[in-house]
């Protein structure tokens, strides 16, 4: 086997945070290598916001994470601001745009992102080993041991700083692992029980076969959980809810517990039915309820209210109550689909561990955990990316 290759900084995970870290470590000074089990740096990078990379959030803030603790996210976003982000892709001439809630998207392509961030690493001799298996770490005197594992070959590294940026679980198919995690405790420090999230919720078969003919309809909801609540688009599938609203609750869900969902908060739907009710009486209640919310949701309301007649013949309780319908209706789900779909992690390597102020373990001088394997997590929205920038240049910055 190879071995003495010393490097200053060694980063495992080539993705949004190790990526930055490795540009911004080695733009100081010092050898930094950067590792990834994947063939391509950047994968989420990639596939995220549709192929178009919701890169940052304007309106980026910590009450936009959850954590344990949610003062840690607070010293890395506000020294690597979604401002210095977006001066990056100013440099790089890249075209962006807002879509909605400050959300800021590439106008081509995520991999405008990627490459920006691979010349970065470039121009400051970075060195990149991709499809690289990581087979032991360990921690002698001031140094760390690395055993690394490429076409078959073994390879020895020591470094001062080890940087984790391994990410979190979701989407296995796509090399997410639990490494990350496994490394934190192997060097003592705490991790948070992690679960998926902004993630579809799931529903028992009886929601499912009452609500099967709704597959497809999106409406503009107001979702709570507990005192927690998202205004965004909603969308019934053929195994539940999804749309951003759903995703968004589901980082705060936890089993047994209701949601509550307003299907049209812009609109009183009672006044409006009783305001219809006295100009068109003759008109059947499931047509006009059709003109308020989408014709398959309305249909479907007034077939389970056994409200088939003409609107001047329904009393106002059963108006009301069909408004109640739409206005307050309360929901279990069963579960979520889990880190097949999920676009983060929840929990992780425990904020207490760690200095915020540099990403480095209070215990382990010289190991660093940044991104999405830590104990924050964003909101949909271009949050977790920040997150990943804002933590990357943390510890690139602290090296
Ligand atoms: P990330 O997951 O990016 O990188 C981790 C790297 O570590 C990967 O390259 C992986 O291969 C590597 N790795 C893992 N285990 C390893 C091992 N054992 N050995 C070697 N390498 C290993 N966020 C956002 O803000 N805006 C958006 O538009 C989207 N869109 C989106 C879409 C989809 C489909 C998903 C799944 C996620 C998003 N996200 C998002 C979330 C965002 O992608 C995520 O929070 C960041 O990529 C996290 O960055 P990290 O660098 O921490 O992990």
Redesign the pocket.
Known sequence: MADGFFFDTVI???????MMCAAHAASRGGRVML????KAAG???R???GGR??FTNLNTAPRNFLSNNPHFCKSALKRYTQADFIALVERYKIAYHEKTLGQLFCDGSSKQIVEMLLEEMRRNAVELRLSTR?SAVDHEGDAFRLVLEHEGREMGVRCANLVI???GK??PKM???G?GYQLAEKFGLAVLETRAALVPLTFGTDFLERYRPLAGVAVDARISCGKTTFEEAMLFTHRGLSGPSILQISSYWRETTPIRIDMLPSTDVFRQLKARKQSEPKKAVATILGDIVPKRLGNLLCDEHALNRPIGETGDKALQKLADAVHRWEVKPVGTEGYRTA??TLGGVGTNGLDSRTMEAKTVPGLYFI???VDVT?WLG????QW?WSSGWAAGNAI
């Open positions: 495992l995970g080539a993705g949004a945070a190790g590792i990834d089990h994947a994968e989420k990078i596939i995220s916001g990379c919701n990581i940026a391994t990410g979701s989407i090399g997410a692992t490494f676009e983060v991104g999405e394997v964003g271009g949050y977790n990316f990943a």
